[in-house]
């Protein structure tokens, strides 16, 4: 299986400010007969369902504010949000989707400060 | 704008079978650009994917629970279930449904969930 590890556990942010979430796979998650990751990030927040952030590593999802963007390739990925807003609290999960099981990293938890 | 609503029991005492059932609205499980998908998340922890089915029936399950885990598709009512037998208190969490994106044949990610069910399991 492939292990997904995200850092921090949890950070807190000041209102307007940069946060940035680390995911890092156990193996390569790169494609190269089509030159993609196949890594998404989700967002929860308390009492909801997952919600689809980013696919293919930095491709947002339709409806996602564009200060959430994503980056990285290979094994190295991360998650930015370029201004933190109240409504960003919440845990966001990366997911890898190369290989089954699919897995989640543990998630990371982030607040305001 | 597609909703994928999900029921089932909810307490459970162990070696019983779960059995949930996710219907989809706004969209079919016949389409060929999907698949349909099960992610549970025990309480305070992180997210654990089951399995998923197409309308062929087709499934890929997680080997770690592949000898309990049984889905299947119901093109006529529009829904898909899970059956997870020989429950235990390991096996309490939030089940979420999901509908999965194949944009290259494959089971990909996730882009819409059901709203989740606690299933307790308790003797």
């Known amino acids: 299986d492939i292990v997904m590890t995200q850092s921090p556990d949890s950070l807190a942010v000041s209102l307007g400010e940069r946060a940035t979430v680390n995911c890092k796979s156990s193996q390569s998650v790169f494609y190269s007969s ?80 | 704008q597609v909703q994928l609503q999900q029921w089932g029991a909810g307490l459970l005492k162990p070696s019983e079978t779960l059995s949930l059932t996710c219907a989809v609205s706004g969209g079919s499980v016949s389409s060929s650009n999907y698949y349909w998908g099960w992610i549970r998340q025990p309480p305070g922890k992180g997210l654990e994917w089951l399995g998923e089915i197409n309308q062929y029936g087709l499934t890929n399950y997680n080997p770690s629970l ?38 290259f044949g494959e089971a990909y990610y996730f882009d819409y969930w059901g709203q989740g069910a606690l299933v307790a399991v308790s003797s």
């Not at chain 1, 980013?54 to 963007?69: C, K, L, N």
């Not at chain 1, 960003?88 to 997911?95: H, I, R, T």
């Not at chain 2, 049984?70 to 006529?76: E, F, L, N, Q, Y």
């Open chain 1, 34 to 113: 089509n030159n993609k990751n196949y890594l998404a990030w989700y967002q929860q927040k308390p009492g909801q369902p997952p919600k689809l952030l980013i696919y293919w590593a930095s491709t947002r999802e339709s409806g996602v504010p564009d200060r959430f963007s994503g980056s990285g390739s290979g094994t190295d990925f991360t998650l930015t949000i370029s201004s933190l807003q109240a409504e960003d609290v919440a845990v966001y999960y990366c997911q890898q989707y190369y290989s089954t099981p699919k897995t989640f990293g543990q998630g990371t938890k982030v607040d305001i400060k």
């Open chain 2, 66 to 103: 592949k000898s309990r885990v049984t889905m299947s598709v119901d093109t006529s009512k529009n829904h898909f279930s899970l059956n997870l037998s020989s429950v235990t208190a390991a096996d309490t969490a939030v089940y979420y449904c999901a509908r999965v994106v194949v944009p």
